[in-house]
């Protein structure tokens, strides 16, 4: 086969055999997001190029290197958004979410787009599930968006996931840690990567995280940030891990832990994993008391995270951990003729309106053909109308795990009757599901 044309690099389909996963696991943060009291928050695929300049920050890999930025017909600079903080701050701001009283919650589900090298784990194309909070200086807002996402591994039964954290203080304390690190990094300029060279002048906060291996090692002995803040943001960090400790989450404070964005201030954290492979972080956040006001509104204290969705993915798979398989066709209704499809098709669409699956026959099957494709999709029950069960307005109705026949009607007290047998014949929690659906 010549296809005109394939997937651009670095991006993946999901395709309808394996979207159940992503169902699955958006379902539970989704879920997760609501019960901490948060809404979901969706904004524009693109944004002016500015707007990621100012927040994500001027000295990180992404504004750097890895934006999709480009020119507009009409000559403007717009860019693909990297990361899901920026354009969610940016509408709270232009529309005066603000006004309806603090704090603000929202969640994200979104594509973000980096220009980085594709590798497992690492895409061009990728899915963040995001929590920001606005307006919430206190340490307990620290403490329940990793709260939250903590919570979130915890539902999907993912294991060894440790949470690693930091405070790397407010921009008065770490004015200090920075020239400690540059007078310290300075003695090695001639080993550090021309990358890390780079950052030694405006953000030697970055070198800790450089993962070239002379970098770490020199970053391994440099003076520690926990060292240099100032007592409130002391005071804010223990409150974070006071209440960790209070939950029973465990931690690890790693002083090396900066994030890759500019934006960040105070609490910072990771959760990571060993059984990912290279790209071990699934998730990764922190406090950005800076970041509304840099984008032109009020000192705003907000926070927030993003978590991987590929990444995640890749763990859940990598950890064995099943994921419960989408729902299988309930009743296929098979037609003998012309004239039983027509009936066929109108049984599979009464069936459908109280939200059970069902289907028939639409690529033109004989009758072999349709049996053999309600066994392929593991149809629960078959019903075959025919001629005969036209004329009688009854027909068998097939359990196709027992192989049980039961006559029903094919008038109006059909779907009553269909129903009854499949409650019988079912373990399911059906009756329950049926009547959360009357509502
Ligand atoms: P990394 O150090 O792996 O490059 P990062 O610091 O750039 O990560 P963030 O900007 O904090 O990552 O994004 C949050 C999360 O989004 C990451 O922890 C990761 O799970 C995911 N992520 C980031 N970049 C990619 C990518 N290119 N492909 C897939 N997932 C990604
Ligand atoms: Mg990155």
Redesign the pocket.
């Known amino acids: 086969m010549k296809l005109i044309t394939n997937s651009i690099k670095g991006t993946v389909d999901v395709l309808p055999a394996e979207s159940y996963k992503w169902q699955f696991v958006e379902d539970i943060m989704r879920k997760q997001a609501q019960s901490y009291g948060f809404k979901e928050i969706r904004t524009p695929v693109f944004e002016h190029t500015e707007l990621f300049n100012r927040s994500v920050g001027d000295t990180t890999?992404?504004v750097q290197k890895e934006m999709y930025t480009f020119e507009t017909k009409g000559g403007e600079s717009v860019t693909l958004r990297p990361?899901g903080t920026a354009g969610a701050a940016r509408a709270v701001l232009e529309h005066g979410v603000y006004n309806d009283g603090y704090p603000i919650k929202a969640y994200y589900l979104t594509s973000?787009y980096?220009y980085?090298k594709p590798q497992k784990?690492?895409?061009?194309e990728?899915h963040?599930f995001g929590m920001e909070v606005y307006g919430a200086p206190s340490y307990f807002a620290d403490a329940e968006v990793i709260c939250a996402a903590h919570s979130i591994f915890e539902r999907l039964g993912v294991r060894n996931i440790s949470l690693e954290i930091n405070s790397i203080g407010c921009p008065t304390c770490r004015a200090k840690y920075h020239n400690a690190l540059k007078e310290y990094f300075a003695k090695y300029k001639t080993e550090l990567c021309d990358t890390c060279l780079s950052r030694l002048d405006r953000n030697p906060m970055r070198i800790l995280d450089c993962k070239e291996q002379k970098c770490s090692e020199i970053a391994a002995n440099a003076p520690t940030v926990l060292d240099y803040i100032c007592d409130d943001c002391r005071e804010h960090f223990e409150g974070v891990k006071k209440c960790l400790d209070a939950e029973g989450i465990k931690y690890t404070v790693n002083p090396k832990i900066v994030?890759?964005?500019d934006y960040y201030t105070r609490t910072v954290f990771?959760f990571v994993s060993n059984d990912i492979g290279a790209?071990g972080?699934?998730?990764?956040?922190g406090r950005y008391d800076g970041l509304i006001e840099e984008l032109g509104g009020q000192h705003t204290p907000s926070l927030g995270f993003?978590?991987?969705i590929?990444?995640?993915l890749i763990l859940m798979k990598n950890q064995g951990i099943e994921i419960p398989k989408p729902p299988v066709c309930d009743l296929y209704v098979i037609g003998m003729d012309e004239d039983s499809k027509i009936r066929a098709f109108q049984i599979a669409e009464e069936v459908r309106k109280s939200s059970l699956i069902s289907e028939c026959d639409i690529v033109g099957r004989t009758f072999k053909a349709q049996m053999k494709y309600a066994n392929k999709i593991n149809a629960k029950f078959i019903i075959v109308i025919g001629s005969n069960e036209m004329a009688e307005n009854k027909a068998k109705i097939k359990n196709m795990q027992t192989g049980k026949e039961t006559e029903i009607p094919l008038d109006e007290n059909f779907f009553n009757a269909f129903l009854s047998v499949y409650i019988d014949n079912t373990n399911s929690d059906l009756m329950a599901q049926l009547d959360s659906m009357k509502g």
């Open positions: 890999d992404v990361e973000c980096r980085e784990g690492r895409q061009r990728f963040q994030r890759g964005l990771e790209q972080t699934v998730c990764g956040g993003g978590m991987g590929e990444r995640l």
